[in-house]
């Protein structure tokens, strides 16, 4: 009888050593931990990704433009600065000012942006307008329509930018001098200055960056 007592309880504490040493096995051997790597790693690199995934699409909605432009009758003239906000994939406003022949011109005007990638095609109307203090002998005419008939931009992923537009400008207003001289227009008094309003072809140009 001593002996089966003491064969059990000999047996008993082997039992409950196994199942402590198992126990301990398992915690050192980190059994609960790829779950919790499963659940936290992933999504940590997930946001990450997502997030330099945002940062380099240049034609992300809320990204604004500044460039430098070079035109002949363009929206803010021989030269000119633009700014530009995307306020949605398909619409870019746009606001510059420049100087041309008549002066100081100030422009804003909404584009439609069509395509995908890197290069769009774009195409807008604007307003301009002038206070008349350029080199130019005609200084009556001072408001504008614009017409980017056909454009196209170039953004890049190390927000670059590169666009080339024409069309045409359309004077509005106050009556057009064609002939420049002077206030009589080299014309005598009795043959007046030809008035009219007038159209012509315009195309600019110009290379910024993206922020």
């Known amino acids: ?105 100030f422009s804003i005007m909404p584009k439609i942006v069509l395509g995908r990638g890197k290069m769009r095609f774009t195409a807008g109307i604007g307003f301009a307008v002038s206070p008349g203090n350029g080199f130019a002998e005609d200084l009556s005419r001072r408001f504008w329509l614009n017409f980017d008939l056909l454009g196209f931009e170039i953004r890049t992923q190390y927000h670059m930018v590169f666009f080339l537009s024409g069309g045409l400008t359309r004077v509005i207003g106050k009556p057009i001098v064609i002939a420049p001289g002077g206030d009589d227009c080299g014309y005598s008094s009795s043959n007046p200055c030809p008035t009219g309003d007038a159209t012509f072809p315009q195309i600019r140009t110009g290379v910024g960056g993206t922020f």
């Open 1 to 105: 009888m001593p002996a089966a007592r003491f064969a059990l309880t000999i047996l008993l504490g082997f039992t409950l050593f196994a199942g402590k040493a198992a126990l301990a096995r398992a915690a050192a051997t980190g059994d609960a931990l790829p779950s919790q790597a499963l659940a936290q790693v992933p999504a940590s690199r997930v946001d990450v990704t997502s997030q330099v995934v945002v940062a380099d699409d240049p034609w992300r909605t809320g990204s604004s433009t500044l460039a430098f432009n070079l035109g002949l009758g363009s929206a803010v003239g021989i030269v000119g600065l633009t700014y530009s906000y995307l306020p949605l994939s398909f619409l870019e406003t746009e606001v510059g000012v420049g100087q041309g022949t008549t002066g100081t011109q």
